[in-house]
């Protein structure tokens, strides 16, 4: 890559790179879920029914004792499979239909309105149909959450494609560059906000869609353990039960997904 090109990029870069974390920022955090716990606490104790309210007194104890005695593990363990291969798939099917949508622009006006639709289209009815089809297996629950939400990212990976450097696309085709070249050097630096964006409202929604076909159709997992609370009116399990793979996301969002992020920002500046 030229010395032009590197210029370029980290200048359109440069203010965009996230600041790495710190102690102060974890603080932050921690004092935040604090403040939240603690709402949460009042807010039951003024409701005063700890059957129908149950505050984190009722509802903490309880997750602790699913995951000392492992009863949970294996159910969180579940819904991280089915979680991670909807991500995995919904971000590499929508990444490639978002940047060739977005580098044809013929192409991308015949197909706009398929994007409407599918994105449109209720999670609950893609489910129900893929359960209809394929049948209540795992390659219908895996199929079902990664349809929902590759329309999502195809739109804004082509959204991004579509606001890149018109200098540096002019450049790259002066230096004759290849279209792999191109696509390293010139089209992925450039996105690498937009496919962080994308895999974080991806992996947020992903999880939520993952509950709602275990709730439907899968004999374990959170949304099969949501399914058998809900079917005794035992709220503080659900409570618990859902705390747990919050709890999961939230570890993944910093040790996983926040330093990639940080890492790619620095990438597009070399």
């Not at 690498?192 to 374990?220: M, T, Y």
């Amino acid at each position: 890559m030229s010395s032009v090109a590197r210029t370029g990029l980290a200048r359109t870069a440069r203010s965009e790179v996230p600041k790495p974390p710190s102690l102060r920022g974890l603080f932050r955090v921690l004092a935040s879920l604090a403040v939240l716990v603690l709402l949460w606490a009042g807010l039951s104790a003024l409701l005063a029914d700890p059957l129908r309210a149950p505050g984190p007194q009722q509802v903490l104890p309880a997750l602790w004792q699913g995951i000392v005695s492992g009863a949970i593990l294996p159910d969180l363990a579940a819904t991280l499979r089915r979680v991670g291969l909807s991500f995995v798939l919904a971000m590499a099917a929508g990444t490639a239909a978002g940047i060739v949508l977005g580098l044809m622009p013929r192409l991308d006006r015949w197909l706009d309105p398929w994007l409407t639709v599918f994105n449109t289209i209720p999670a609950l009815v893609t489910i129900v149909l893929c359960y209809l089809w394929i049948g209540l297996n795992e390659s219908a629950a895996i199929a079902a959450v990664a349809l929902n939400k590759v329309p999502l990212v195809t739109l804004m990976l082509r959204e991004g494609v579509r606001v890149l450097d018109a200098d540096l696309a002019a450049m790259a085709q002066v230096y004759r560059m290849g279209w792999l070249a191109r696509l390293r050097h010139i089209v992925l630096p450039q996105l690498v906000p937009h496919l962080v964006s994308a895999a974080r409202a991806g992996l947020a929604l992903i999880w939520k869609i993952v509950l709602v076909v275990e709730f439907l159709g899968r004999s374990d997992g959170i949304g099969f353990r949501l399914h058998l609370d809900f079917q005794v009116f035992d709220i503080t399990g659900v409570l618990a039960n859902a705390l747990a793979f919050v709890a999961v996301m939230l570890a993944l969002e910093a040790l996983l997904i926040a330093p990639l992020a940080a890492r790619a920002a620095r990438w597009r500046t070399q």
